[in-house]
């Protein structure tokens, strides 16, 4: 195989994926700090199902896209957001 000149037409991607990110809702809300008072960050939390989420980055038009899907049965199609 030799090597062949990319023509403006050709797209290069670079792709990376993250599977199995667990989705996670702490039980009670934060609280600031106060005079002589840390902040409070609740250590409990609800497991609200995994997510996967896939990135391209077209390293020619330096742009890129995203998308995320839940892993659970009945979950919202996989959605998807260019950016520029």
């Known amino acids: 195989m030799g090597r062949k000149t990319l023509s403006a037409a050709d797209c290069i991607l670079s792709t990376d994926e993250k599977t199995s990110i667990q989705a996670r809702r702490r039980i009670h809300p934060t609280l ?6 840390l902040m409070r960050v609740e250590h409990e939390y609800q497991r609200r199902g995994a997510w996967a989420y896939l990135a ?29």
């Open 32 to 37: 600031p700090p106060a005079p002589a008072r």
């Open 56 to 84: 391209a980055w077209d390293v020619r038009r330096a742009k890129s896209s995203a998308a995320a899907k839940e892993d659970w049965a009945g979950g919202p199609s996989l959605a998807s957001s260019p950016r520029s």
